[in-house]
């Protein structure tokens, strides 16, 4: 097949994109692919049409690749493509949005708040962050509503704190979540055609239960998959997951992370394109489940409409 | 912000659509292209074989004597047999870090320190202090307390490293009061200093200098040059000047890492600098770089916002900005390539999280209009970010209902 492999972009996730994608590329080869690499720019839909591939890989992060932009390009110029369409991307793209759907559908998720940039400059929401201190307590985390990598997140332990994690989190995107800080295990469950796979968990090396950005470096976290949950545990996190999932409309394959609290696992996010990349978590579940990346990389192409 | 999150969104600053005053790059568009044309006629003519060829590990004889010759135009009287030549200043450090540190070795340098040099000294384990700089370059007297307290728990640097002339990334030049004494201070300690001189020759005002080099005469200093910056980035030649002991040890080193620099590029470089335009393209790049230094800093005088601050750099290729407090340039930075520019966040300089409200800003690699057009897109963003603060923590409600344990009746 002739595949084209969508990779780069100007996302801020850019790095980690170029990672997946040179994995992807390799894997594809192997698979006696023909595949052309386009790094996204103002050429792109006049090369897509120029080439016509038989289908698209879409090893994009972030912004543009992961919000429905590229998926609803794509579905214009009639190519397939792999993972969820237009609507689903831009769902789980929006953290606030995907929270209402998943409190919609009885699925779990920590209490939170919506700021906009523009409710804080100019309608005065600074006068009700009391009000979201009331409702969602401290420590809470302030995230930007998009993104799936750890920037622009902090974790808020004293509300006069607030301002400055709002100027971080808002210098990602023009909202920001107040989100409810839930301390438990972390979990990830990988999702791959009508496959749940082994469910990770990142279990932290040190001490830096507030420290987000540390997990993200080599050694900042131990992975371990399956995680050691007990069987109605998993079974618990496996239903929410799916529910997560089937909420959002994902088709292919997603990622579903959540914190197991005392309370019963609580969804944080679901990741329309997970990362691929060595130490990602998505290849791990599928390895633990005997799946190469190879396979893995095939399935999803299978699975691409 | 950690360096994988930072190393990911550099990734952004490449593309071409980005202004970027993230990097130290050279303007090598300024290289007349018949000069390079004349060198690569005659390496076709004369010395194919040889340029195709394996070369010893210490460099060629032809690239250290013209070593021994740039180093004579910053008064440094050297001897070439005590020359290695390596790939690229980086490797230069890289090579002295590896011959030097053990893992658990003291390394002193300057705070702000390069930021790509932080890498090599955490990959080999060094216990990395960083003593602070001000508008004369490292402070020799917090210097002179850290070798005495470090004396005092029975320790001792391994060596001092440092850029005492138009520091990467603070732009700052040690004074020659402050030269003299850290000299003096490694000779009554016996410590070596190892001086990092890649844009000596780049000079915009003011009086030239001595390097330590010269002062001490190479009995405690350690001297790393390169051409990247007055010639070439791309021939990837530096060199390390050290007495016998350490030479034989480097070159080891070397040869395990890449037996010898490429003899092509030595090759083209050893006869570039026998002809003496070598010192009119430096000129030029003077005059080019001059320029572009006061464009910066004239856009940064009318965009960036009030109680921001940065230097005027006498030479070299970088001005360091420090925003207000409650700025994070890593954060800055994320909204600053949403705008198409780029430039390094402070807190790559550092090894404990200081710099979090500065930033590196290179002038060299870009022409004056896109330094302004840059410099406008950052200050924006600062302004921005800074007035949403503002609004913030200006709110009547921001005075926040009081914390139980600051109140008998609890929050409200």
Redesign the interface.
């Known amino acids: 097949m002739k595949v084209a492999l969508l990779q780069g972009g ?7 994109s ?1 990672r997946s994608g040179a994995r992807v590329a390799e894997a594809l080869g192997r698979l006696g692919h023909e595949v052309d690499v386009l790094d996204l720019g103002p050429d792109l839909v006049n090369r897509l049409e120029a080439d016509r591939p038989d289908v698209a890989f879409i090893a994009l992060h972030g912004t543009e690749g992961e919000d429905g932009t590229i998926q609803a390009l794509l579905q214009l110029l009639g190519i397939p493509h792999t993972g969820s369409g237009e609507a689903a991307c831009s769902r789980c793209m929006d953290k606030s949005l995907a929270k209402h759907i998943l409190r919609a559908s009885g699925l779990p998720t920590p209490d939170w708040v919506t700021y906009s ?1 523009a409710a ?2 100019d309608f ?1 929401a ?5 009000r979201a ?2 409702g969602v307590g401290l420590p809470l985390v302030a995230k930007p509503v998009s993104g799936g ?4 997140v902090k974790v808020v332990t ?3 704190d ?3 994690a ?3 989190a ?3 995107d023009r909202r920001a979540l107040l989100e409810t800080w839930v301390s438990g295990r972390e979990l990830a469950v990988s999702i791959l055609g009508d496959q749940v796979l082994p469910i990770v968990e990142a279990i932290p090396t040190d001490n830096n239960a507030y420290d987000f ?2 997990r ?3 050694g900042g976290a131990n992975f371990v998959c399956p995680a050691e949950l007990s069987e109605e545990q998993a079974d618990e996190v496996n239903r929410v997951a799916l529910g997560a999932y089937e909420a959002m409309g994902c088709s292919g394959f997603a990622r579903v992370d959540l914190i197991l609290g005392d309370e019963g696992p609580q969804i944080l996010e679901i990741n329309a394109i997970p990362g691929l990349t060595e130490t990602s978590l998505l290849p791990q579940a599928a390895e633990a489940a005997g799946i190469e990346f190879e396979q893995m990389i095939a399935q999803m192409l299978d699975l691409a409409e | 912000m950690r360096s994988s999150a930072m190393r990911d969104m550099m990734a952004i600053t490449a593309r071409p659509e980005v202004i970027s005053l993230a990097g130290g790059l050279p303007d090598t568009s300024t290289f007349p292209p018949e000069a390079f044309a004349a060198e690569m006629d005659r390496i076709t003519k004369t010395a194919v074989a040889d340029v195709l060829q394996y070369g010893p590990t210490e460099g060629s004889d032809l690239v250290r004597e013209q070593i021994v010759k740039v180093m004579e135009a910053e008064d440094m009287r050297i001897d070439a047999m005590d020359v290695t030549v390596t790939t690229g200043g980086q490797q230069a450090i890289d090579l002295i870090t590896k011959v030097l540190i053990d893992p658990g070795d003291v390394l002193i340098c300057d705070a702000p320190t390069y930021p790509g040099a932080i890498p090599t000294f955490l990959s080999y384990e060094a216990d990395v202090i960083q003593i602070e700089c001000d508008s004369d370059g490292m402070r020799i007297d917090l210097l002179e307390q850290t070798i005495a307290d470090l004396a005092a728990k029975g320790r001792k640097p391994k060596f001092i490293y440092s850029v005492p002339t138009f520091q990467n990334p603070g732009g700052v030049t040690l004074s020659l009061e402050r030269r003299r004494r850290l000299v003096e201070l490694a000779r009554e300690h016996e410590i070596l200093v190892v001086e990092d001189n890649p844009y000596g020759l780049l000079r915009y005002e003011g009086e030239t200098l001595p390097t330590l080099y010269s002062l001490d005469g190479g009995n405690f200093v350690v001297y790393l040059g390169t051409f990247s910056k007055i010639l070439s980035a791309g021939l990837r030649i530096g060199w390390i000047v050290s007495p016998t002991p350490i030479r034989e040890k480097v070159v080891l080193g070397k040869a395990a890492s890449d037996l010898c620099t490429s003899t092509l590029t030595q090759d083209f470089a050893g006869e570039y600098f026998k002809k003496d335009r070598w010192r009119e393209y430096v000129d030029d790049l003077v005059g080019i770089y001059r320029n572009r230094r006061d464009a910066m800093i004239g856009a940064m005088s009318e965009y960036f916002p009030h109680g921001a601050s940065w230097n005027k750099p006498e030479g070299g290729l970088f001005i360091w900005a420090t925003m207000p407090e409650v700025i994070d340039t890593g954060d800055l930075l994320a909204k600053a390539i949403g705008k198409g520019v780029a430039f390094v966040p402070g807190t790559g300089a550092y090894v404990d999280g200081r710099g979090a409200n500065s930033m590196r800003l290179n002038f060299s690699g870009v022409k004056e209009d896109e330094i302004i057009e840059g410099i406008r897109r950052i200050g924006e963003v600062a302004r921005e970010q800074l007035a949403l603060y503002e609004t913030m923590t200006s709110t009547d409600e921001m005075r926040l209902p009081p914390r139980p344990e600051d109140s008998e009746e609890g929050g409200s």
């Open positions: 100007r996302s801020l996730e850019r790095g980690v170029l940039e804080i400059r005065g600074a006068s009700s962050f009391h201190v009331d990598s750890s920037l622009g004293r509300a006069e607030i301002p400055t709002l100027i971080t808002l210098s990602y950005e540390a993200y470096e080599i």
